[in-house]
């Protein structure tokens, strides 16, 4: 065994690492720098998702009508950028 030095040291090992990580990754400064970009990277803004979920079956229908409506109008978009930049070589 150890003896009590050891159990000591281990004690305040348990105590020192929690509190050194509350510490550490607690601060808003690091929060800010860190945590913030990264959450604008992995998530999109709010002005890129929808915030008016429909809630009945007609609702969801329009919003499906709406996104295969604005797929397309891109799909049309970028083939006449293609032909348009076919004739042009």
């Not at 509190?19 to 601060?27: E, P, T």
């Not at 990277?41 to 709010?46: A, M």
């Not at 891109?74 to 348009?84: D, L, T, V």
């Amino acid at each position: 065994m150890g003896g009590p030095n050891l159990e000591i040291f281990k004690f305040s090992l348990y105590l020192f690492v929690p509190i050194a990580a509350l510490v550490h990754f607690g601060d808003p400064d690091w929060y800010r720098a860190v945590v913030v970009p990264y959450r604008d990277k992995l998530f999109p803004s709010l002005d890129r998702t929808n915030q008016r979920i429909p809630t009945d079956q007609s609702g969801v229908r329009e919003e499906l009508a709406r996104i295969k409506a604005e797929r397309l109008a891109r799909r049309a978009q970028r083939e006449a950028e293609e032909a348009k930049n076919s004739e042009q070589k």
